[in-house]
């Protein structure tokens, strides 16, 4: 079975100052990576993923993220967050062969100006 | 990226009736589409995966007869809750894949969401 683990229900962050939500993950064979972000009443929204390549993978909006397989994890990361970053983030996975997707329970991110 | 769009955004409906969910992929063929149900403040539960022309499969613990899924065409699946009740109040959310080829093999697009409110 997979499963993905987000240990933070809430992350606070000053405007301006590095945003980093965590993420790790549990998947037979190599993973597929997403982090997807959703804000209130509406769906969700590709930020980025990790197939193969790369450790570090840039995606939208200025987030990042780290793929680090020793420690099964897929930190997202922003240097610097904006109060707009505000929402409700998803770290997901999937077998490379496979196509369902699981969710990690979600971390909501504020950032304060 | 490719677009997905859930139709209605908003539904209210009274106890007892059923209301049918829509979700077409707008640029791409979508061979497999699957259904969430979201809870408020928690994450996305897997309900079904429909596959074009057969039946969807089911999570456990998701009532199939509750739940009818038909997926008809390659860019049209459809989520109808059978005769609903209070309980049945949630953010359901599609999403569709393409399968692994193509320009967007591998990824999931997502809809909208539809909040369904049973009075």
């Known amino acids: 079975a997979q499963s993905v683990a987000q240990p933070e229900d809430q992350v606070n962050v000053a405007e301006g100052n590095p945003l980093t939500v965590k993420c790790t993950y549990s998947?037979?064979?190599?993973?597929?990576l997403f982090w997807y972000v959703q804000y209130p009443n509406r769906g969700l929204q590709f930020l980025l993923k990790y197939i193969t390549g790369d450790n570090l993978v840039k995606g939208s909006y200025g987030f990042e993220a780290e793929f680090n397989k020793s420690q099964t994890s897929f930190h997202l990361k922003k240097p610097s967050a904006l109060v707009s970053d505000s929402a409700l983030y998803f770290c997901?996975?999937?077998?490379?062969?496979?196509?369902?997707?699981?969710f990690g329970g979600g971390t909501r991110v504020l950032v304060k100006p | 990226g490719a677009v997905v769009s859930q139709h209605p955004s908003w539904v209210i409906c009274k106890s007892g009736t059923s209301v049918k969910i829509e979700c077409r992929s707008l640029d791409f063929q979508a061979t497999t589409m699957f259904w969430y149900r979201q809870f408020p403040k928690q994450s996305l539960m897997l309900m079904a995966t429909s596959n074009e022309g057969s039946k969807a499969t089911y999570e456990q613990g998701v009532e199939k007869d509750k739940f009818l899924i038909n997926h008809a065409s390659l860019t049209l699946s459809t989520l109808t809750v059978t005769s609903a009740h209070p309980e049945d109040s949630s953010f359901y959310i599609c999403?569709?894949?393409?399968?692994?080829?193509?320009?967007?093999?591998?990824?999931?697009?997502f809809g909208e969401g539809s909040r369904l409110t049973v009075l």
């Open positions: 997901a996975v999937r077998k490379a062969a496979g196509n369902k997707l699981t």
């Open positions: 998947v037979s064979g190599n993973p597929y």
């Open positions: 999403s569709a894949s393409s399968g692994t080829g193509g320009a967007y093999g591998g990824e999931l697009f």
